[in-house]
């Protein structure tokens, strides 16, 4: 049982689509997130969610969208994908009482062709 | 500004030996440390942490070191073993940024030599 999923693990898509990326962790964690992994192997916070309230929004482009239907779920919607879109998402979720370690999802690899 | 740095991107051990990575921080705020390892294509997976008021956390072969003097951090592997071979990367975190957010290093590539 994978306590953190995203889907799809793969996209290719072509300039100006709009894509989704689906994340669903079955830990009951309070507390979900993305983060995006670049070419030179940077591991940044995009957004973070606890129950389902925007908390952190780390001066991304208004073309990243998340949306938190539920706690368990944290899904990310990219409007007209460019270039440099092209990355490794990571959905992430922390319980409330961690301290601060986070859980990670598989990773969704994006390519903008 | 990245405040928190591996500046090794590579490390080879002989399996058997120790294996030393480290770690440092520039933001004198951060009060908790954490160490993830990566197998390709997968997420990263927690490992160990430790916060600022210890200097040594333990946890079977691994243990991690904090210098906060010196703004450092190392990870000790002992023994290595084949299946230690995969990315890992140290993580920081302030309780001004509400315990939120991690800042990551950009990893250091561990080969363990059989």
């Known amino acids: 049982d994978t306590a953190v999923s995203q889907t799809p693990k793969y996209l290719v898509t072509q300039m100006g689509n709009d894509k989704s990326i689906k994340c669903e962790q079955n830990?009951?964690?309070?507390?979900m997130y993305w983060y995006k992994q670049d070419s030179k192997k940077f591991l940044k916070i995009m957004f973070s969610?606890?129950?389902?309230?925007?908390?952190i929004n780390e001066t991304v482009p208004n073309r990243f969208s998340p949306k938190s239907p539920d706690k368990a779920h944290l899904n990310l919607h990219i409007n007209s994908l460019e270039l440099g879109d092209s990355a490794v998402y990571f959905c992430?979720?922390?319980?409330?009482?961690?301290?601060?370690?986070?859980?990670f999802g598989e990773g969704s690899w994006l390519t903008v062709v | 500004d990245q405040q928190v740095k591996q500046n090794s991107p590579s490390l080879s051990v002989q399996e058997g030996r120790i294996s030393i990575l480290n770690c440092d921080y520039t933001?004198?705020?951060?009060?908790?440390f954490l160490w993830y390892k990566k197998y390709p294509a997968e997420g990263p997976t927690f490992l160990i942490s430790?916060?600022?008021?210890?200097d040594k956390n333990e946890d079977g072969r691994f243990t991690v070191f904090l210098n906060k003097s010196a703004k450092h951090l190392s990870l000790h592997i002992v023994p290595s073993q084949p299946g230690d071979s995969a990315v890992y990367f140290c993580?920081?975190?302030?309780?001004?940024?509400?315990?939120?957010?991690?800042?990551f290093g950009t990893g250091t590539r561990l080969t363990i030599i059989p």
């Open positions: 992430a979720s922390r319980p409330r009482d961690s301290g601060n370690t986070i859980y």
């Open positions: 830990l009951g964690h309070d507390t």
């Open positions: 969610y606890n129950n389902k309230e925007l908390i």
């Open positions: 933001n004198s705020m951060f009060d908790y």
């Open positions: 430790i916060s600022s008021i210890k």
């Open positions: 993580a920081a975190s302030a309780a001004n940024f509400g315990n939120e957010k991690l800042t």
